[in-house]
């Protein structure tokens, strides 16, 4: 009997982020969910400059994404289902968290999946395939993984209203360039503008999330002034471009 011959595929990163997002249905009361919810918002509503990380790290766990290969017209003339039909993000990360809506929160947050193809990368018109087909971002789902009761059973903690999603091939990240190309292992992201108070909110921003990838993160703690350079790998600039653009704090980079 003659064997079967295997396809080939490539696994390819996809980053996708969902800006401002609700869930499609809320519970009733926040006694309704973990006590982690409860203490989250206490400590969101005290606006204390430590509460922004034990905010999130209370309810990071209960975050998640996955990508939907069947939202996508014809996806098999690009994907694989070598992972099935709906891949569970490998790395979820929350942003901002608001709780104007509750008892579950609005969020900000991006993931990071690995999706099999059946093209090169290297190849791959991507952009044509979306406009022939559809756009990846129709795949991306964020959603609340919230152990259920009898009073939120039935409910649907998947996202409902946003403002706005997107995915992109890592292979196509290395394009997106906000930085000085003076260096072809560091970049750097230029902002301008800024007042104290915005200042200080970004320098807080990068000692809790980005404190690993930032290079100058002491000078910048250590300076003053409306400008800030921050200093950091070519692999990292465009995942910190884009969380900084969802922290809104695009509108000071300049642009030159």
Known sequence: MAKTKKTKTFNVD???NM???????????????????????????S???????QVIDLLSPYIKARFVLDNLSKWDSLFAADYGTEVEAFEVRIVELDFASSPIPK?????????????????????????????????????WDIERNEKTEGLDFTFGDNQGVECIPATQINTVNTSNPSSSNLTFINLIGLSPKDRGNLIEFLVDLWSDEVKNIE??????????????SDDDNFLLSNALAMKDFDKFFRKD
Do not use: R
């Open 107 to 143: 969020c900000k947050a991006e993931a990071t999946f690995t999706l099999s193809l059946l093209v090169d990368p290297e190849k791959c018109d991507f952009d044509l395939w979306q406009e022939e087909h559809s756009n990846f971002y129709d795949g991306v789902s964020f959603y």
């Open 219 to 232: 000078a910048i703690k250590a300076g003053s002034g409306s400008s800030v350079t921050i200093e950091i």
């Open 14 to 16: 996809f980053y996708a």
């Open 47 to 53: 606006k204390k400059t430590t509460s922004h990380t």
């Open 19 to 45: 800006n401002w997002f609700d869930v499609a249905e809320q519970p009733k009361k926040m006694q309704d969910l973990p006590d982690a919810f409860t203490e989250a918002k206490k400590l969101w509503k």
